[in-house]
DNA sequence: CCATTCTTTATAAAAATTGTCAAGATAGTT
DNA sequence: AACTATCTTGACAATTTTTATAAAGAATGG
């Protein structure tokens, strides 16, 4: 049972933003510093999420992902939902995917358990926002990050 | 998300031999017709099973494998933690997995987020038994069916 | 016009999953 | 003892998924 990396990735790119930039919007390179993530890979996860709507961009000199909605109207799970497709444990349980139909569907008892625990998970998920990690991470002391162009050089 | 493929034929497994031969043991064989799962793939999940005590064998004509305890003793979480190794969502929130350490462990908010998941999904797998499945599988009308060894031709 | 940044598509490398093969050990049967 | 059915073990191959990298293009601001 594992979460994919562009999931995790993706979690803690839209965080970046809401924290590191209060909103106002970041480069894909500052929060590939800030994160340790691959720039390239990032961008890729960029389009996910900016297709779903939940980040805006805007090209050119200064340009940058901004989330189109607030931290705390953007949950864990839209995200991952976003990133990963779905946050079902087994595809047979999801009823999009009906090109790989179980053989056993009506008659399978395990089929029952996935579904719960998907439920579960998915219903957690979508208890966590982005809000809430910020002040996570505030009360773990995670320091603010400010983008260069809102600094004064003197 | 996503369940490894060798978990949930583990649990199906151990369903199978619990509900179609009732604890007395079933062959590779058998089980192996019944769900539909690979002979040689079903082998190797048995021989993680069998190393972690939840099942045991008998080589041999008239062998196979049995449950080495009652069906309401063995959850679908233990049986998933032996299949997959463990059901974190994430690698650095696993404690035996000190190879690959977060490198902003300690730093991290997302973390906190996949230790409760992880949490969640392992106390309700813990919470369904083997019983319960078979109890399942018994209100949906699933045939039982037993093995050749116990018939008799007439 | 130019540098910067996002956009898109293609492709490649790495890892994990899934499955197969084959030789061997053990137990029961004849 | 010979034979057959079954589990045992380790190696390996195919497939799929994940995780990237590359490169050409389009928009923006200065």
């Known amino acids: 049972m594992r979460l994919s990396t562009q999931s995790r990735y993706g979690v ?25 993530i691959s720039q390239r890979y990032l961008e890729q996860i960029f389009q ?23 931290p705390e109207q953007i949950t864990v799970g839209e995200v ?18 009906s090109a790989k139909p179980c053989a056993r569907s009506g008659g399978c008892v395990t089929q029952i358990v996935w579904n719960e625990a998907g439920k579960r998970l998915n219903d957690y998920f979508d208890s ?3 809000k809430d990690l910020c002040q996570l991470a505030k009360e773990m002391g995670m320091k603010k990050d400010f983008d260069k162009r809102f600094m004064y050089y003197i």
Chains 1, 2 share one sequence.
């Not at 297709?51 to 189109?68: C, D, E, T, W």
């Open 128 to 130: 966590v926002t982005i």
């Open 12 to 36: 803690r790119a839209i965080f970046d933003i809401a924290y590191h930039s209060g909103g106002l919007g970041a480069q894909v390179k500052d929060i590939s510093r800030r994160q340790g």
């Open 48 to 70: 996910k999420l900016r297709r779903a709507g939940i980040v805006g961009s805007k090209r050119g000199p200064s340009g940058g992902y901004f989330l189109s909605k607030k």
């Open 80 to 97: 991952i939902r976003i990133t990963e497709g779905g946050i079902n444990p087994v595809l047979c349980v999801n009823p999009d995917d």
